[in-house]
């Protein structure tokens, strides 16, 4: 395509006339013919610049000469010198237009046609003091004739159609105007960018109908893919600082539309929105006034949020005729403690997890199943109700379950209000009937609770405890474990009374707490063969059977012992005529033993001695028995601790020891001495007897008894514990010969 640099005004052209004119072109592949009936016009220098160079008008180049020809046709131009006589007598002024054709050969191109192009450009230093435009059109009516008709005054008229002769021809685009307003200067500013502004003026007279913008689709046949009145396509809108709107407009006018509004992004209406067909919205609106619907509204997909505080109202004067369910389980409430629904009226079913009740639920007396109750279960199993005259709490499956949870602070209250009331639990009574099974009394004078003859109060998984009273006595029984009787509070006791015979009860025994013993307060009976055992495998045992009573011990010694100061231990038995009396006792006060009738019979143990031995506490007042000739020592066991003041060992020799010697001898010979006297006896000069003696300063610790000369059969003496290391020696050591000292160091 070219550009023309010159004007057709006031010139007549005829269909073959050629001429010459200034052209120059961005295009150098132009087509290289041109048909009849057109104005040819051969620039000089066309196709001679570069791309882009087109908008240099001041610097045409010279350099290349070619032809090119760009095809102009000019209709109802005027013929004649004058300018104003048509190009023949039969045009008139029909219609004036600019018209650029090209009718070039098949496979022949030229880059563009246009039938206007104008082009009002700034390009010195100095400046417009009002407008730039490329284009001014001004359809202007100033006629001066009376009561005429003019069918439509027109600023500017654009026509793009496609009529082709040829087949199967595209068209990218079919735009009927474009307007197309730039920026591109980084320190530049435009105050207002209006790529088209359309501005109506009426300073007086009659319009019929005003319409700003019209849009008028004519449409008789053919195949529409997508149809937009109005379409705004763009990839990326600017993120302004100030308002962002796609329609602004501050006309107090309705918007009135008869089918559907289709819409992507935010619509604000300022005033009210009327709609009486469908509006389909599928992102925000923002009304700023009220919203009236006549008519049904469908709100499909999304989230409707009503009010943004809790100042705003939401006011339903209709009937709602659908279900109510939300969207999230289990997540929001209905009503709050501080804003509570009045009353709710429901026809059917309730289903609730949880009841938290801040006043009352009041049902009717119940007549039957169906009214009244309050039903729990799939199959209703369990019910509360009042008849009219009782209260009823039914259960047909399972077991009926009243717990208090633990893990709250608080009781669980079972109150019966009625004068001298009951509360009477019943159950099955195994046949198939209704038994009570216990009863709380409220018209006796003492507070009770009864169970009734042979019902059993059990405890334990297994009713392993049970308490149980017939009509003739009550039963505690265990089954499994222990029976532990247990009081916690400090020094006090556990008291076991009954009657005493004299219709009244007493205290029998106690667990006294305070004093950590038991008590009792009446006799204890062991009847024959049930024994007293103490000790923790019941080594003393004290029992009687239908003939005598024992006092047995199986551990350790038996002591008996009294602590009174000065007192005795008085041992008394039968006097043989009925009575009795006392036979010895072991005098405190004189640190004796008294014998108040003769003793027979007495005897001590005799244990031989035939080898080395060391004699224990044990041993104590029995009969050492020196038995073997090769002889023994016997050592007495230590004295240190003081443990065996009073404690006597007796020694006697049956047989003379032909070898070693019989010797009894201290356990720590260097601590421990021996003090007292022996009487030396020689059996061969008339029995003469010599008196030896142990004082404290020879430091004797044994007694030797040297075979033939010393200790011979018949000698017999004894030793006996004093004091912690000290032991006494008396007694009569029979000897032959020439006489030795019984006493030794070791």
Known sequence: MGKLLTTFKDKTFEPSMKSFYQLYTDDTSTASQIYDSLLYVRGVNAGSLTKNQENDDATVSTVEMHDTYMPVRFYNVKSTSDGETPASATHTFFSVYNRAEYNGPDGENIYDLWADRNLAKLSGAGYVTNTIGGAYNYGLDAGSGDSQTIPGVYGAVNLASVVPTGDSRTVSYLIGSRDWASLNKADATVTYAYPTISEFAQVTGTVGTLAMLKLDLDYTAGDITNAYYIWADESSVPTPSGEAYFIKSNIPWP????????????????????????????????????????????????????????????????????????????????????????????????????????????????????????????????????????????????????????????????????????????????????????????????????????????????????????????????????????????????????????????????????????????DARFLDNAQVQLGNSGDLKMYHDDTDSYVTNATGDLVVQTTLDDGDIIFKSDNGSGGVEEYFKLDGGETTTVFTKPTTGLHQVVTARASNVALTAADAFKINNFSDADGAVITLPDSGDGSLIGTTFEFVITVTATSNAHKVVCTDTTNERIYGGIHMIDTDSADADIMYVAAAAQNYSAINCNGTTSGIIGSRFKVTNIAANVWFAEGNIHHTGSVAGPFATS
């Open 255 to 522: 918007t009135l539309l008869s089918s559907s509004l289709t819409n992507t992004g935010a619509v604000t209406f300022g005033s009210t929105l009327s709609v009486s067909g469908t509006a389909t919205l599928s992102s925000n609106v923002n009304i700023g006034g009220n919203l009236v619907v006549t008519g049904t509204s469908t709100f499909n997909g999304g989230t409707i949020t009503m009010g943004d505080a809790n100042t705003d109202n939401v006011v339903f004067g209709a009937d709602v005729d659908s279900n109510i369910i939300p969207d999230d389980d289990d997540t929001y409430d209905l009503g709050s403690s501080s804003q509570q629904w009045k009353d709710i009226y429901i026809d059917g079913t309730a289903y609730v997890d949880t009841i938290s009740m801040g006043g009352n639920i009041d049902l009717p007396d119940s007549s039957d199943s169906s009214i009244g109750r309050a039903r729990f279960g799939d199959s209703q199993d369990l019910q509360i109700y009042h008849d009219g005259t009782d209260s009823s709490i039914t259960n047909a499956t399972g077991y009926l379950n009243i717990i208090s949870d633990g893990d709250n602070a608080g009781h669980m209250y079972i109150q019966q209000k009625v004068d001298d009331g009951k509360i009477i639990f019943q159950n099955d009574n195994g046949s198939g009937g209704i038994t009570t099974y216990l009863e709380i009394d409220g018209s006796q004078d003492t507070q009770y609770v009864k169970l009734r003859d042979s019902i059993m109060l059990a405890l334990g998984n297994s009713w392993d405890f049970t308490l149980t009273h017939s009509s003739s006595q009550s039963i505690i029984n265990n089954s499994e474990g222990d029976i532990l009787i247990k009081n916690d509070s400090n020094g006090d006791s556990i008291r076991f009374d009954c009657e005493d015979g004299s219709n009244s009860t007493t205290e029998y025994f106690r667990l006294d707490g305070s004093a950590v013993r038991v008590k009792f307060s009446k």
